[in-house]
Nanobody, 119 residues
C-alpha cells in the first residue's frame, strides 16, 4: 500500500492550490485521512483531518481557508487551499489509516509535496 501526493508548487500570497493524495495497492478499507505540514526545524503539524463519515478537523491557522475532502471510491483525499499566506509555506504530507486486510492495519504516509507561497 502506498500514498502518492500531487499538486504542490509556487503560488502568490492570496492564491489557491489543490493538493490530492491517492492510496493504491491492497486496500480493504481506509479510516481517517489527513494532511500534515512541516517546515525545517519544526515538528510536523496537523493541518486537516477527515474521518470515514465525513466529519473534519482543522488547525486553527487554516480554518476558513482550507477545505479537506475525500473520494472513497477513488481512495483519494484532497486539500483545497485558498487565501494562501507565506506562513503556509511547507512540505505537505498526506496520511491515512489503512486496512490492507480485515486484520492488517497501518498508518501510511505520502512522500510530501512542497508548497511555496511567495511573491
Amino acid at each position: 500500500v502506498q500514498l502518492q501526493a500531487f499538486g504542490g508548487g509556487l503560488v502568490q500570497p492570496g492564491g489557491s492550490l489543490r493538493l490530492s493524495c491517492a492510496a493504491s495497492g491492497s486496500i480493504f478499507s481506509i479510516n481517517a485521512m489527513g494532511w500534515y505540514r512541516q517546515v525545517p526545524g519544526k515538528q510536523r503539524e496537523l493541518v486537516a483531518l477527515i474521518h470515514t463519515g465525513g466529519s473534519t478537523n482543522y488547525a486553527d491557522s487554516v480554518k476558513g481557508r482550507f477545505t479537506i475532502s475525500r473520494d472513497n471510491a477513488k481512495n483519494t483525499v484532497y486539500l483545497q487551499m485558498n487565501s494562501l499566506k507565506p506562513e503556509d509555506t511547507a512540505v505537505y504530507y498526506c496520511n491515512a489509516g489503512i486496512y490492507s486486510s480485515k486484520d492488517d492495519y497501518a498508518i501510511q504516509w505520502g512522500q510530501g509535496t512542497l508548497v511555496t507561497v511567495s511573491s
